[in-house]
């Protein structure tokens, strides 16, 4: 048998045995809202920024004559093929993701189209 002072410590941690647990009751109710709020999506980085500067600039120096510019231009195209090759890498990488049974990171407008896809029931049936 337990003391009174044991009995009332058990019974303050929910562990008295004849008492039922607090319920716990939500704020709101327990189903998915119709549509979620928009977020911007983070920014991508833009390849070949820095080379296109070069380019734009040694056009402007040299008054718009691509003659003088070539060791820049020849450097923004590089940059392009690689940033192309890169993408194309990153595709497949994204096709292989795709076949999972599901992607973690939706877009706001991904999820607002699958909650109007399938609404939430507000009737019974």
């Not at 940033?83 to 877009?107: C, P, T």
Request: glycine share 4%; proline share 6%.
């Amino acid at each position: 048998m337990v003391g009174p002072v044991a009995a009332s410590f058990l019974s303050r941690l929910g562990l008295g045995g004849h008492k039922r647990p607090p319920r716990v009751r939500p704020s709101r109710p327990l189903v998915l809202a119709s549509r979620v709020q928009e977020r911007r999506q983070e920014q991508t980085e833009r390849p070949c920024v820095m080379e296109m500067m070069g380019l734009m600039s040694c056009w402007k120096k040299n008054e718009f004559n691509s003659d003088l510019c070539t060791e820049e231009f020849q450097a923004f195209r590089a940059c392009l093929a690689a940033a192309e090759r890169d993408a194309v890498v990153m595709g497949k990488q994204f096709m292989k993701q795709q076949s999972v049974e599901y992607i973690h990171n939706l877009s706001s407008k991904q999820v607002n189209r699958l909650l109007r896809r399938f609404p939430n029931i507000t009737h019974e049936i």
